[in-house]
């Protein structure tokens, strides 16, 4: 299995500027993760879904941000219009529900974003 | 809010030592504490997790210690070793059926020779 796969690993953009973030899932998992890794808040999570089904957006940290999972094989996480304090690592996950989840997720890479 | 913190942003050991990172959490409701590991420019990796019904799980060098009176858990690696640096994530999983995980804010680990 080729793991959680994320795409870009690095993007940067200008100000103002749409990004999208894309996360491939490990094949059978049924939910999904993404989370921002900041210094002041480490590891925060934005939105996850189960079942390609959004459960909990509470973290997204405004409306600029939006997420998508059209199936079970992909997602995309779009901010738009992006602002300088988006800047910071972005993370997708994976699991098969919580049975996984007590052992761990799997995470993906990552994707650095640089907004200029 | 921060439900799960970490107070220590980094730490240094020598190699050999004992290395102990720690956790504080706020919510009663968290039934399942983890740890991860994380290196530069890669994704953090399951490293041990616990039982809120244990006090204690050990795998290897790495044990987990669980204190639920104190809302603390901290995870001790014995001996360290260089390859060993890197950022240490406490993580915790919600009761019931819910699979979302609330991470910490890490602690940078210094192993030196």
């Known amino acids: 299995d080729a793991g959680v796969i994320q795409s870009p690993r690095h993007e940067v953009t200008e100000m103002g500027q749409e990004v999208t973030l894309r996360c491939k899932p490990i094949s059978g998992h049924n939910s999904l993760f993404w989370y921002r890794q900041t210094m002041m808040r480490g590891l925060e999570l934005l939105i996850y879904f189960n079942n390609n089904v959004p459960i909990d957006d509470s973290g997204m940290p405004e409306d600029r941000f939006s997420a998508k999972m059209p199936n079970a094989s992909f997602s995309t996480l779009k901010i738009q219009p992006s602002e300088p304090r988006d800047s910071a690592v972005y993370f997708c996950a994976s699991s098969f529900g919580r049975t996984t989840a007590i052992y761990g997720y799997t995470f993906g890479s990552g994707t650095r974003l640089t907004v200029v | 809010d921060q439900q799960v913190k970490q107070n220590s942003p980094s730490l240094s050991v020598q190699e050999g030592r004992i290395s102990i990172l720690n956790c504080d959490y706020t919510?009663?409701?968290?039934?399942?504490f983890l740890w991860y590991k994380k290196y530069p420019a890669e994704g953090p990796t399951f490293l041990i997790s616990?039982?809120?019904?244990?006090d204690k799980n050990e795998d290897g060098r790495f044990t987990v210690f669980l204190n639920k009176s104190a809302k603390h858990l901290s995870l001790h690696i014995v001996p360290s070793q260089p390859g060993d640096s890197a950022v240490y994530f406490c993580a915790a999983l919600g009761t019931g059926t819910a699979s979302k995980l609330t991470f910490g804010t890490g602690t940078r680990l210094q192993v030196t020779l």
């Open positions: 616990i039982s809120s019904i244990k």
């Open positions: 919510n009663s409701m968290f039934d399942y």
